[in-house]
């Protein structure tokens, strides 16, 4: 399986930016979808996660009202819409896919294919 990132970049702060992830080599609607971010000296950190086919999703505390995750299973793509950006949300942001019990969800290590993850710098 291949997840591909895009769509980061800098950003004022208060701005918006959309994330995509488009999967390749892999039954996309079989995976539950989820972003993590890592800042700089910090530890990844969950951010979303969907369903399989989009009818669940969860947010950490820290985006909930700001971020918006969906996807598109036609087209292989997850999204992060991100508004109301502030400067703490900068982080390389990775897109990755699971299987498994929806209790575990944001545990990072239970993730099965990863991104490269894309750049989001939010400027004060």
């Known amino acids: 399986a291949q997840l591909v990132e895009s769509g980061g970049g800098l950003v004022q702060a208060g701005g918006s930016l959309r994330l995509s992830c488009a999967a390749s080599?892999?039954?996309?609607?079989?995976?539950?979808m989820g972003w993590f971010r890592q800042a700089p000296g910090k530890e990844r950190e969950f951010v979303a996660v969907i369903s399989r086919t989009g009818s669940v999703t969860d947010y950490a505390d820290s985006v909930k009202g700001r971020f918006a995750i969906s996807r598109d299973n036609a087209k292989n793509t997850m999204y992060l819409q991100m508004n109301s950006l502030k400067p703490e949300d900068t982080a390389v942001y990775y897109c990755?896919?699971?299987?498994?019990?929806?209790?575990?969800?944001?545990?990072?290590?239970?993730?099965?294919?990863w991104g490269q993850g894309t750049q989001v710098t939010v400027s004060s």
């Open positions: 080599r892999v039954t996309f609607g079989l995976y539950a």
């Open positions: 990755a896919a699971r299987v498994g019990p929806w209790e575990t969800r944001q545990r990072q290590e239970l993730y099965d294919y």
